[in-house]
């Protein structure tokens, strides 16, 4: 069992390689991430997720949540697993924290993105593909609606923002760690739609038929595009891949939805035809 340590600086070597984490090109070398927060660490640990080093602010014990056990007692059996534990002081711990909303605990767990063929999706289920995202809070946003309406996963297509951000982490409210997830190119997205049947139906400004007229049952990939530049080309010249687009009418100035706001209408969608038909 690892006894827990105390930290003081913000200058400690551990301080320091926690925070280099908060930077993209230090995740995808070392392969670890930081989860803020007890919920997202409670669920990081439901899922199985490898939990290397846990710090908590001086003034945290007390922390408790309603659906888990006291803190202490949850960093207890943690260490007896082996993973390293901290208390680090307020300046030590507001360098690792996310800006003002931390909670008092902060981990280091080891978590990467999957490639298409090691994620099983559920073929009778609709999935997201979102292609080009570049805002992790929509990132994430958008893998919390696919597990609160309940789709089969999320593939994330030539990103510009990684899932391992721990503002997705954040802001997927640990869903993250749960939810089937895979990240791929466009070019292997099209190429598995294909191999696996998957209708795709995208959601454009000029889509052909309103959101509520496609059939969003079952084995069908409901596709969104970049904030900024929208779908790529590559999805309506695909030969052999079964492609429609959607709209949602816009009735005010803006001429689109946010594009979590869009995967929301889009998924429970999904959940109202499911119901109606079941």
Same mark, same amino acid.
């Given at each position: ?12 070597? *551990? ?11 230090? !995740? ?40 888990? @056990?006291?803190? *202490?007692?949850?960093?207890? *059996? ?5 993973? *390293? ?9 507001? !360098? ?6 931390? +909670? ?10 999957? @490639? ?8 009778? !289920? ?26 089969? &996963? ?11 951000? @721990? ?27 294909? !191999? ?16 509520? +007229? ?34 949602? @009418?816009?009735? &005010?100035?803006a001429d689109s939805l946010n594009l979590s706001a869009t995967a929301a209408v889009l998924a429970y969608e999904a959940v109202r035809q499911r119901h109606t038909h079941s």
């Amino acid at each position: 069992m690892n006894e827990p340590e105390s930290i003081t600086s913000p200058a400690n070597p *551990r301080v320091k390689q926690a925070a280099a984490l908060r930077d993209a090109e230090a !995740r995808r070398v070392t392969g670890l991430t930081l989860v803020d927060g007890r919920r997202e660490l409670a669920r990081a640990e439901a899922a199985g997720a490898e939990f290397v080093e846990v710090f908590v602010a001086i003034d945290a014990e007390a922390l408790r949540t309603a659906d888990a @056990p006291p803190l *202490r007692d949850w960093l207890a *059996r943690l260490a007896a697993g082996g993973t *390293r534990i901290a208390t680090l002081s307020n300046k030590a711990f507001d !360098r690792i924290a996310f800006g003002n909303r931390n +909670e008092g605990v902060v981990g280091v767990v080891r978590f990467g993105p999957r @490639p298409l063929t090691d994620v099983a999706f559920d073929a009778d !289920r609709p999935l997201l593909i979102i292609e080009g995202v570049e805002k992790p809070g929509n990132l994430g946003a958008i893998i919390r609606t696919a597990d609160a309406a309940g789709l089969g &996963g999320v593939i994330v297509s030539n990103a510009r923002t990684d899932v391992t951000n @721990p503002a997705v982490i954040r802001a997927s409210l640990g869903t993250v760690f749960s939810m089937p997830l895979a990240a791929a190119s466009t070019t292997d997205t099209i190429a598995w739609c294909r !191999r696996h049947a998957r209708r795709v139906v995208a959601a454009t400004p000029e889509g052909r038929q309103l959101w509520h +007229e496609a059939d969003l049952l079952g084995n069908v990939a409901i596709l969104l595009g970049s904030e900024a530049h929208g779908l790529s080309s590559a999805w309506g010249s695909a030969a052999g891949l079964a492609f429609e687009t959607v709209r949602l @009418p816009m009735h &005010g100035l803006a001429d689109s939805l946010n594009l979590s706001a869009t995967a929301a209408v889009l998924a429970y969608e999904a959940v109202r035809q499911r119901h109606t038909h079941s």
